[in-house]
Structures are given as C-alpha cells and as structure tokens.
T-cell receptor
Framework: GAVVSQHPSWVICKSGTSVKIECRSL??????MFWYRQFPKQSLMLMAT?????????EQGVEKDKFLINHASLTLSTLTVTSAHPEDSSFYIC???????????FGQGTRLTVV | GNSVTQMEGPVTLSEEAFLTINCTYT??????LFWYVQYPGEGLQLLLK?????DKGSNKGFEATYRKETTSFHLEKGSVQVSDSAVYFC???????????????FGSGTQLTVLP
C-alpha cells in the first residue's frame, strides 16, 4: 500500500508553546488529508479535512485558531497546535487520500505531551 | 448521523483460540465497511474491507462479512496468535461522500490480548 509518514512520532513541549506536526505522502499525491485525535483507550475523532490548496474544513467543536492546518502541496499537510496546554496532550493521526472514493492511508501518529 | 458500535474490550484469549469482535453500524445509504488494526505506539493499518452487502473481506486469517440485514460487520479469526495482540477498530465510510475523499467514522476500538 501507499506510505504516509508523520513526523515527529512523539514530542514534549511546554505550556504556551506551539508544536508543528507534519504529514507526508511519500509515494502518491494526496489531494485530501484528514487529521484525527485519539484520547487514551478511545476511538479516533476527526478534527478536520484539508484539501490541497484550500482551507481546511473543521469538525464541530474543534478550534480552528488553535489547531492550524496547512495543506500547501500535494504531498504535505501540517497541523500546528498553538499555545499548547496540558489538555491538548493526545495522540494525533493523519491520513491521506489520492482522490474521490479512494482509500485513505494512515500515518504512524504523533504522541504530544504538553507539560 | 453515522455511527459504529463495537464490542467493548478488553478481550483476552489464549493462543489458537477463536476470535469474534462484534461491530454494528448505523448509516444512511450503503457505506463501505472496514476493520483497522493499531499496534502499540503505531498508527492504523487497514486489515480488511467490504464495499457492498454480502461481501466478505479477508486478510491474514481474519474475516468479516458485510451483513446489510443485521447492519453488522463482525470480525473473526479461527486461531489467534500472540502477534495479533493489538487494538481493532471497525469503521465505515460516509456514503454521502461519494465523489469526494472518504471520511471515516470509527468505532471505539477493542483491545485484544493473546496470551501464549
């Protein structure tokens, strides 16, 4: 299958700082990328959907000013957690799709810990 | 809206035991159904899928049949191994998203531990 690489795999940051997470499709062009958040022992909650070259569509209850998503190229999307707080600590996972009705492939996830 | 209900875990089995993880769904239209597996510290990997009623998805000894009449997609394996220990997620793709990239709705996940 296609490969999606997420970086970093884990990060620890101080409260009030910002953290950027990258999601790259290595061997295909991703017209759409999805960002999920997973709390311990819980399911994945979709945060936002981003299409290359346009603004992300955020799910209800997700603060767009806090979770900045950029999808500037067909192989890269970034999620920036701004002014991070301990409650933002979570496992963030991206997935990428090459087009309509195609399978989405998942990155390996990023464990964010805010101290 | 769409929803996926999964059997609550954790599930602990001995090696070579039979596995069933129940999954039922609610959706308008005819979704595609998926099982994903998540190993510790990793992202999700697609295990198997079925795109229409009565389809059977299979991979690595795991099977699941798309049952429209019972809106179910139960995961089964005849003989589990220690290496199957992971979290398993049932998911459906939004039938309203035809023509655009698939948006997935996930179940809550079921932790499986297989003991030697």
């Amino acid at each position: 299958g296609a490969v999606v690489s997420q970086h970093p795999s884990w990060v620890i940051c101080k409260s009030g700082t910002s953290v950027k997470i990258e999601c790259r499709s290595l061997d295909f062009q991703a017209t759409t990328m999805f960002w999920y958040r997973q709390f311990p022992k819980q399911s994945l909650m979709l945060m936002a959907t981003s299409n290359e070259g346009s603004k992300a569509t955020y799910e209800q209850g997700v603060e767009k000013d806090k979770f900045l998503i950029n999808h500037a190229s067909l192989t890269l999307s970034t999620l920036t957690v701004t002014s991070a707080h301990p409650e933002d600590s979570s496992f963030y996972i991206c997935s990428a799709s090459s087009g309509p009705n195609t399978e989405a492939f998942f990155g390996q996830g990023t464990r964010l810990t805010v101290v | 809206g769409n929803s996926v209900t999964q059997m609550e875990g954790p599930v602990t089995l001995s090696e070579e035991a039979f596995l069933t993880i129940n999954c039922t769904y609610t959706a308008t239209g005819y979704p595609s159904l998926f099982w994903y597996v998540q190993y510790p510290g990793e992202g999700l990997q697609l295990l198997l899928k079925a795109t229409k009623a009565d389809d059977k998805g299979s991979n690595k000894g795991f099977e699941a049949t798309y049952r429209k009449e019972t809106t179910s997609f139960h995961l089964e394996k005849g003989s589990v191994q220690v290496s199957d220990s992971a979290v398993y997620f049932c998911a459906l793709s939004d039938p309203l998203s035809r023509g655009s990239a698939r948006q997935l709705t996930f179940g809550s996940g079921t932790q499986l531990t297989v003991l030697p």
